[in-house]
Each structure stands twice: as structure tokens, then as C-alpha cells.
């Protein structure tokens, strides 16, 4: 990919004085588990920057698969999502029968892979500041360097001007300073199983850890709906079992 712009505007030009693509009130979009978007006031705000962080190295391929069905739901059945990746993401590629067992349109993805992770934050600046993007997803390598307050500052703020949903994965690195609106930690988490004790809809042990405006609220087990394209209303979407909470709680521990 060739090499973007450099990510501050000009100094002429400062980041409050750019011009602004959403002047309509911002939007929710619900994740379809009605406790816990009636716990966010509706689900999560568009055209703004939400955070991942994988429990541990495990948990990584689930915290990617939540992302995918987050953008999912961000941009209704036909919003395109830009997928930012660094290219030596080991393992953290998206694998295509995956893409799909998951419910996605490959035609709605677009995947950008870069060299390195300061590549790839400027060209996520580029992207996240085109409403055209609809969704980006940046998944940088699983313990970047360079995302610190600053660059989620930055990422935010083009967002809140652009109305682009960002879904930053974090991987398993250690929480840090962040202008991020949620933080979310995930897990795997087993799946009801079906008839013949066939595997059942992807499952995910999802703790909030940081919101905006809220107070966190760890502790929920989400079971992925893929055609319906939205997480179970129902067996899935309650707090989690005794002993999936006192497993959360070991998570946060160890974090």
C-alpha cells in the first residue's frame, strides 16, 4: 500500500477547524442483547472509538470474531467495513470460511494490510477521516507500541467528525491510558450445544471495563445469532453463571 499523508493536519489547520461530515444527531446501533443495550443507553455510539482487549493469547481469535460481528451490527446489512491490519499479525488474519460461518458478506470488506504499526495508524487516520468508510476495524500486532493517549485521541476525534465506527483491537496488551468510549475485554466462552450435542452459535465472555458516561459492567456471556445477524435475545445474553463469573473475575485479576 503506498504510504499515506502524515497523520497531523497542518498546523494552519487545527484538528478543531476541520470540517465536520455529521451534523445529524449521532446513532446507536443495538447489539441485539436488550439488557445489555438497554445498559448503554441503546447499544453503542456510532462515530466513535471502542476498544478490545483478548483475556489472554487464547482469546485473541474471539475478541476478532466479536469485532467482525460489532462492525456487523455498526453498519447494517450493507455498510462496508475497513479492515487495517499489519501484515506480520500472526494468526490474527482473517480467515475466510470463518468470515463466513460468521454471518459476513465478503463483497462488504475491505482489507488493508501494512508493514508496520506506524503505517498502519496513519493510514487508519486516513480512512477513519472518509465517511465513506462507514466501519474500520485496526487490528495492529497483538502488543502494539505506539497506541498511546495521543494516537486514540486522534482516532476519536476524526471519528466523531467523520461518523466512522472505529473498533480498535488492542490484543493482549496491558490496558493503558485511552480515549477510547467502551473497553472491552474477551473471551471465549462455551456454546449452548445443539441437537446431537452439535457445536452451537459462537459464544463470548464479554467484560465492560470502561465506559464513558457508565460505570463498567463485566460479567456477560453473548451467543452470536449468525442469521439473524445479532446476538441471542435470549440464553445467551444474560450475566453469566456462577462459575463463568468467578472465572471473569479470575480474568481481571490476572490482567
Known amino acids: 500500500m503506498r504510504e499515506s499523508s502524515s497523520l497531523p493536519p497542518a498546523q494552519s489547520r487545527p484538528y ?36 478490545f482487549h483478548a483475556a489472554t493469547e487464547d482469546d485473541l481469535p474471539s475478541m476478532t470474531g466479536f469485532a467482525l460481528t460489532l462492525a ?30 460468521l454471518g459476513a458478506d465478503p463483497a462488504r470488506l475491505l482489507f488493508v494490510t501494512v508493514p508496520d504499526e506506524k503505517m498502519l495508524l496513519k493510514a487508519a487516520a ?47 496488551s496491558a490496558e493503558a491510558p485511552s480515549a477510547a468510549a467502551t473497553r472491552w475485554r474477551i473471551a471465549a466462552a462455551p456454546s449452548t450445544p445443539l441437537e446431537a450435542n452439535a457445536p452451537g452459535a459462537p459464544a463470548f465472555a464479554v467484560d465492560l471495563v470502561r465506559r464513558r458516561g457508565g460505570a463498567p459492567s463485566p460479567g456477560w456471556r453473548l451467543e452470536w445469532d449468525r442469521d439473524a445477524g445479532r446476538f441471542a435475545p435470549h440464553g445467551g445474553t444474560s450475566p453469566l453463571s456462577s462459575d463463568l463469573a468467578a472465572d471473569a473475575r479470575r480474568r481481571r485479576l490476572a490482567g
Open 16 to 51: 478543531s477547524a476541520l470540517p465536520s461530515a455529521e451534523r445529524e444527531p449521532r446513532t446507536r446501533f443495538p447489539l441485539g442483547a436488550e439488557a445489555l443495550d438497554a445498559l448503554l443507553g441503546g447499544g453503542l455510539e456510532r462515530g466513535r472509538l471502542h476498544e
Open 72 to 101: 456487523l451490527r455498526a453498519g447494517g446489512r450493507d455498510g462496508q467495513i475497513v479492515w487495517l491490519a499489519e501484515a506480520k499479525r500472526g494468526g490474527g488474519l482473517l480467515h475466510g470460511p470463518g468470515v463466513a460461518e
Open 126 to 172: 486516513d480512512v477513519v477521516r472518509s465517511p465513506a468508510a462507514g466501519t474500520a476495524v485496526i487490528a495492529p500486532s497483538p502488543r502494539p507500541r505506539h497506541l498511546d493517549l495521543t494516537a486514540t485521541r486522534r482516532l476519536m476525534l476524526f471519528a466523531e467528525r467523520s461518523g466512522v465506527t472505529v473498533l480498535l483491537l488492542r490484543g493482549v
